[in-house]
């Protein structure tokens, strides 16, 4: 590999760096257009749809998308694009929280087993060879039909799925700096074992764990919807893209494709934004790992 | 040649199994012990009464002790016994034994699709740097990853049936014109040539088609990345070099040794590609109306059926565990050094 010739100069500082990677890489640059409309929306979602997102209207049921109703109605005479706005806000929600415990979570198992090693080492990555050896998506359904089929439990079990990810970057990058100079000076200078961990050697991890974030985000969604589209967690008035494309599924053998196609590229937009970030700041952070 | 050392890896890699099975099992008796409330009230069923709860709970063994019920759980597992299904009063293992080869039809047919399109587009993508199939590749796979496959059968349906005609109504293996071939593999496309009945082929095939598409997108994208990137650090290495100056032919060089040495990574994708096709397979199946084990597990996750569902959990993982080793197996054929190193 030619590594020299992919890194870019570095000696100007991290924000030169980060400005010449995304002036060398536009598509970053829209991604992260994209990300602040998906938030604005997920903040404001309620507040700037046109229409309520649950009052139906039988007279006006199954209408395409016209200048009134700009995302047509469904079965129920509701307006699409409000309920596609709105939903948002919860996809949004799920997805945070769910990447959000797994970061903690996986973050501390990671740093325990790459500082202490041994016995810990050996336990939590038996734990997450295991979580690994489930297609991940069955053992979601699995662990949502044992614990209840709520909301909440959508969010725990896409995090535990999400777990051995970050645990596994973490773990790699506290293994190799546990005894790093840095590590010992500060044991040294007589900071606690926990205190070189957390605010010494953790650090460090933080950049490639940012790149799993953004990444794992967009498959989160993905899972989260998926798991809604199948019947789990969201309940049916409530306005959410898995569950939107599920009630609109119906009607696209005849002919009303509006139902399931706008609340469908909603959700693709907001993956395919994720995972432009997380290239993007793959890039960034890591300018070897670019493929 | 070394073949003692590759063997001892084989059988070391099976050991290695081993570990990962118990974990799989203890983690679906979890699952099954884990359920809100009390299980026997579940797998009695709605109407059951006082009496009959009990006779559940002791034939479920829920008055021993955890570790007395995880023996129990773990001997009818030995036994194949799965427990029974709410929904249908049959054996689960029956039922999921008797929906696998649909499911299993759909995913290889969607794999080898994926593979025969990824692949070669990995290495056009690697072999032209910067030109078109380079760029269709990139947008390929950023796109790919981001689809939701159940939106993408939904839209391929709209597309395909409803506006150009070209596909059957999205209803199932096989239209009701058609009887199902004899089973032999449970394969309707092996089963029906076999049977020497093309016209059972066909229809099975074009029921086939569209969800298998729809798999096969979702999976392109993590085959092609890596079959692209293995072969772009292959063909930049020492070797490809030294063969470029020995006057190989660039086709020798391309696919003899270029080719051959970037399969391995990509073997290793595959493993990961699994995982995600077993899970986004329950996804497809709920949409195409596909009767595989995976529309049976989101039939089941509605009406309850928690004996179904962990016994579905617990056939994909195990499914899982096995593809992993046969493909990890796979590798040390493909590789010949692997008997040395690891020995």
């Given at each position: 590999m030619s590594d020299a010739a992919l890194t870019p100069p570095r000696q100007r500082g991290a924000l030169s760096h980060i400005g010449y990677v995304l002036r060398s890489n536009p598509v970053t640059m829209v991604a992260f257009g994209l990300l602040g409309l998906i938030l604005f929306v997920g903040v404001f979602g309620p507040a700037i749809a046109p229409y309520d997102p649950l009052a139906s209207n039988a007279a006006n049921a199954l209408q395409p998308p016209s200048a009134a109703h700009w995302f047509g109605t469904d079965n129920l005479g509701r307006d699409v694009f409000s309920r596609v706005l709105v939903a948002t806000r919860l996809d949004l929600i799920i997805s945070v929280a769910a990447v959000a415990l797994s970061f903690v979570i996986g973050s501390v198992l990671g740093a325990l087993a790459g500082y202490y090693g041994g016995i810990a080492d050996k336990v939590v990555s038996r734990a997450l060879d295991t979580i690994m050896a489930f297609p991940l998506f069955v053992l979601a359904m699995g662990i949502v039909a044992a614990m209840g089929n709520t909301i909440e439990n959508i969010i725990y079990a896409t995090a535990i799925i999400n777990v051995p990810f970050y645990a596994r970057v973490v773990r790699a990058e506290v293994n190799i700096r546990r005894d790093a100079g840095f590590a010992q000076a500060a044991k040294l200078s007589g900071n606690t074992d926990w205190r070189v961990l957390a605010l010494?050697?953790?650090?460090?991890?933080?950049p490639p764990l940012m790149v799993q974030v953004s990444l794992n985000m967009g498959w989160a969604i993905l899972n989260a919807a998926g798991l809604s589209f199948i019947g789990l967690g969201v309940r049916p008035p409530t306005p959410e893209w898995g569950i939107m494309v599920a009630e609109g599924a119906q009607y696209i053998v005849s002919g009303e494709w509006w139902l399931a196609l706008f609340p469908g590229l909603a959700l693709m937009l907001a993956v395919f934004t994720f995972n432009l970030l997380g290239d993007g700041l793959r890039d960034m952070v890591d300018p070897r790992m670019r493929t | 040649m070394a073949a003692p050392g590759r063997l001892k890896v084989i059988g070391s890699r099976l050991l290695q199994a081993i570990p990962v099975v118990i974990g799989v099992i203890i983690v679906t008796f979890i699952l099954t012990r884990a359920l809100p409330g009390d299980p026997a009230v579940y797998f009695a069923g709605t109407i059951a009464d006082e009496e009959s709860i009990q006779e559940v709970r002791e034939a479920l063994g829920l008055d021993k002790s955890m570790p007395e019920q995880f023996f129990y759980y773990v001997g009818d597992l030995l036994r194949g016994d799965l427990g029974t299904s709410l929904m249908t009063g049959l054996p689960v293992a029956e039922e999921l034994g008797r929906r696998l080869p649909a499911s299993l039809e759909l995913t290889l047919v969607a794999l080898i699709i994926s593979c025969a399109v990824a692949i070669p587009l990995g290495i056009l993508a690697a072999t032209r740097p910067n030109s078109l199939a380079d760029h269709a590749c990139r947008v390929l796979v950023t796109a790919g990853v981001s689809l939701p496959t159940f939106f993408t059968g939904l839209v391929l349906i709209y597309v395909f049936y409803y506006v150009l005609g070209w596909a059957p109504p999205p209803l199932g293996r096989l239209d009701f014109i058609f009887l199902e071939p004899?089973?032999?593999?449970?394969?309707f496309l092996i089963d029906s040539v076999l049977a020497g009945d093309w016209e059972t082929f066909w229809g099975a095939a074009k029921q086939l088609v569209l969800p298998a598409v729809t798999l096969a997108l979702f999976t392109l994208a993590p085959i092609a990345r890596m079959t692209r990137a293995a072969m772009l650090q292959s063909l930049s290495s020492d070797y490809i070099r030294t063969a470029r100056a020995a006057g190989l032919n660039g086709r020798t060089i391309l696919y003899g040794y270029a080719f051959h040495n970037a399969m391995l990574p990509v073997v290793t994708t595959l493993g990961m590609v699994f995982s995600f096709t077993l899970g986004a397979n329950v996804l497809v199946e709920k949409v195409f109306a596909w009767p595989g084990i995976g529309s049976f597990a989101v039939d089941a996750l509605v009406a309850s059926d928690y004996a179904a569902v962990q016994g579905f959990v617990f056939v994909m993982a195990i499914l899982f565990v096995a593809l992993n080793l046969a493909i990890d197996i796979l590798y040390t054929l493909i590789d010949p050094r692997i008997g040395f190193d690891a020995a």
């Open positions: 010494h050697i953790f650090p460090n991890a933080l | 004899p089973r032999v593999t449970g394969f």
